[in-house]
C-alpha cells in the first residue's frame, strides 16, 4: 500500500511553522499539526482527562468540564516536573494519533502525495524517525519575539539549538522574507519531494 510522503516541520517558537503548513496545504498536501491533535484529546479522550485531573486536580478543568489549556500552561510554566509528566502523558498519544492519521490517508483513493505535520519538539521528543524528511523553520530570535509580539520564555531553554537542528533536517528555510517567499519556497520543497517519491515508498 503506497502512502503519501511524510514530512515534518520544526523549529522555534514565532519562527514561522504554522505558516508553512498552511504554504504546503495551499499546495496540495494534506496537513495537521501537533497542536490541532492535543486540543482533540483534551475536548475528547476521557483518559486523558482522568489522568490530568489525577495529576493536577479539577482546578485545570474549564467550565466544560474538559481539561482546560490555558490553566494547564499556567501551572506547568514553571514547573518542570509537571511540565514533564504533562509531555510524558501527551506525547505518546500524539504520535499515535498522527500516525492513525497517516494510515488513513494511504487509503485514500487516490492518496495525497504528501502528509505534513508541525511538530515543535520533534527532535527534543525523538520522532524524527517517524518522518521520511524534516523540514525547519528558523528566524533570528529579534523577529521571532516581534511576531510574537512577547519576549520568548523560558521555554526556548529546553529545545536543541538551530543549528543542530539543520544539520540533521532535510530542508532548512530561513524565514526573514515575505510570506510569498515562503510560499515559493514551499512550492520547491513540494516539486522536490515529488521528484524523489519512488524513492521514498
Given amino acids: 500500500m503506497s502512502r503519501p510522503v511524510a514530512v515534518a516541520i520544526t523549529g522555534g517558537i514565532g519562527a514561522g511553522k504554522s505558516t508553512a ?10 496537513t495537521v499539526s501537533s497542536d490541532e491533535i492535543v486540543h482533540h484529546l483534551l475536548a475528547a479522550d476521557d483518559s486523558v482527562r482522568t489522568a490530568l485531573v489525577a495529576f493536577f486536580g479539577e482546578g485545570i478543568l474549564g467550565e466544560d468540564g474538559r481539561p ?11 514547573d518542570p516536573d509537571a511540565l514533564a509528566f504533562l509531555e510524558g502523558l501527551l506525547h505518546p498519544l500524539v504520535s499515535r494519533e498522527y500516525l492513525e492519521w497517516r494510515r488513513r490517508l494511504a487509503e485514500v483513493d487516490p492518496p495525497p502525495n504528501v502528509c505534513v505535520t508541525e511538530v515543535p519538539l520533534l527532535y527534543e521528543s525523538g520522532g524524527e524517525s517517524r518522518f521520511d524528511r ?20 523560558n521555554r526556548d531553554v529546553r529545545l536543541i539549538d538551530d543549528r543542530e537542528k539543520v ?3 532535510d530542508f532548512h ?13 514551499v512550492a520547491g520543497v513540494i516539486d522536490t519531494l515529488m521528484r524523489a517519491a519512488p524513492e521514498n515508498g
Fill in 21 to 30: 503548513l498552511a504554504a504546503f496545504r495551499a499546495h496540495g498536501a494534506a
Fill in 134 to 153: 524534516v523540514v525547519v523553520i528558523t528566524a533570528p530570535r529579534q523577529l521571532r519575539e516581534q511576531r510574537r509580539r512577547v519576549p520568548l520564555d
Fill in 173 to 185: 528555510y530561513v524565514n526573514t522574507g515575505t510570506p510569498e517567499d515562503l510560499d515559493a519556497w
Fill in 167 to 169: 544539520k540533521r533536517a
Fill in 68 to 78: 482546560d489549556r490555558s490553566r494547564i500552561a499556567a501551572v506547568v510554566f514553571n
